[in-house]
């Protein structure tokens, strides 16, 4: 077909659909090679053949609009897998006079935006009624071209650019959708590499980003690792497809205690709400649906076995598994675990709760940097005050504004979106970010001893309850 050896047709390319394009042109001197390049197509991009037969059609008409063609014309070209016959059509679209000008004629005014008759793009609807009785407007014509079978180098490279194009656009769209179905669950992958702070995690048909921030303090990643992340987000931006992990998002850790708690996959105990400082301790409020289960029993496990599995994938991450109550004392009692609270007055009009605890459980109740009534405030939605039993006031923390009944309800997932695309701009930028570059070297030295909390002062009151 194409009159300059293949060889030559290709040399110098180097892109990654270089070898799709020349492989689809390659075959039609072998109907055997072609198709079984569209089942390879199939198989390992998940392109199906009717994209690569149309993507294939397309590029012969670029070749023969390149060499045979005139200006202006409309080619469309059929092409049969099977037998290896190809039709070349001219179409033209009908008019009148409401949408084009005829020749010499001028713009009635400027709002007049027909466009000017061109013989090889259109036809008048009365001529063309003459052909198909029903025209319509805006409707094609079709007349048959000349079979040909020789084309110049340039067409074969116009070819070549219009399938790499369409293969792109249909792996493109085949990853949107594969990896748009799974927004929100958990995926698995390996460590690609290491570029400003960010890390490019490889899925096996696409590449996925584990920004910065959206990464665990103290984690350290080595080259081929495997990794179990949060599919936040599928965006289709201009440089391809961009897919956003997390490991830091609450619904993170929802997720994971789902596939170790058989009540969570089926309905029976929900997550109420959930906090999360990650890398060093979290808060996870829930409730039963069923009387004869309990919720907090039901993630921790027998002898605390399955939110150790949790608290092993999340680096050591502690988690307090409280439970959820519609009486805001009992909840925030709950979510000051594992202190002891001794009395608790409420003050609805400005959404704060005064706590009393003994001496001995001031510590338990602040936490290390007052992390734990930061994140009960953050869990309940109440501004916590805790004081001793003497009366001092000891700790102030203000909760958010509370949510609505949902699995993540504390945060949200667009809370960082204008991030995620700061970082989508960083990957295809020229000029290096200081500020990014020196974020790779501190995410590999964070030591995530650093993070945890003194067991000394972590005496859990009741270990049936306590995830610690």
Known sequence: MFSRPKADIFNGFTKRY???????????????????AFDELQEERGISRESVVEALATALAAAYRREYGKRGQIIRASFNPETGDIEFRQAKIVVDDTLVRQEGEEPTGEDDHRSRFNPEQHIMIEDARR???????????????EAREDFGRIAAQAAKQVIMQKVREAERASIITEYGEREGDIVTGHVQRFERGNLFVDLGRATAILPYDEQIPGERYRQGERVRALLLRVDEGVRGTFIRLSRSHPRFL????????????????EVKGIVREPGSRAKIAVFSNDEHVDPVGALVG????????????????????VEWSEDPNEFVKEALKPAQVLGLELNEEDNRATVMVAEDQQSLAIGRGGQNVRLAARLTGWKIDIRSMAGEQIATEEGAVPQEVQPTGVEDI??????????????????????????????QDRDIEDEKVEEEQEEPVDKEKDAE
Do not use: H, Y
């Not at 394009?21 to 072609?34: G, N, P, Q, V």
């Not at 929802?254 to 105990?269: H, Q, R, S, W, Y």
């Not at 960082?416 to 995410?443: H, I, N, R, V």
């Open 414 to 443: 667009s809370e960082k979106e204008s991030a995620f695309e700061e970082t989508k701009a960083e990957t295809g930028a020229d000029e290096p970010d200081p500020k990014a570059e020196s974020a790779e070297p501190q995410m």
């Open 18 to 36: 270089t070898l799709i394009a020349k492989t689809i042109l390659m075959a039609l001197f072998d109907l055997k090679s072609l198709n079984a």
């Open 302 to 321: 027998q002898r605390g076995v399955r939110v150790a599995v949790v608290t092993s994938e999340l680096g050591g991450e502690k988690i307090d598994v």
């Open 131 to 145: 052909i198909k009785r029903d025209a319509e407007l805006d409707e094609e014509i079709a007349f048959p071209l």
């Open 254 to 269: 929802t997720k994971l205690f789902e596939a170790e708690v058989p009540e969570m996959a089926n309905g029976i105990v």
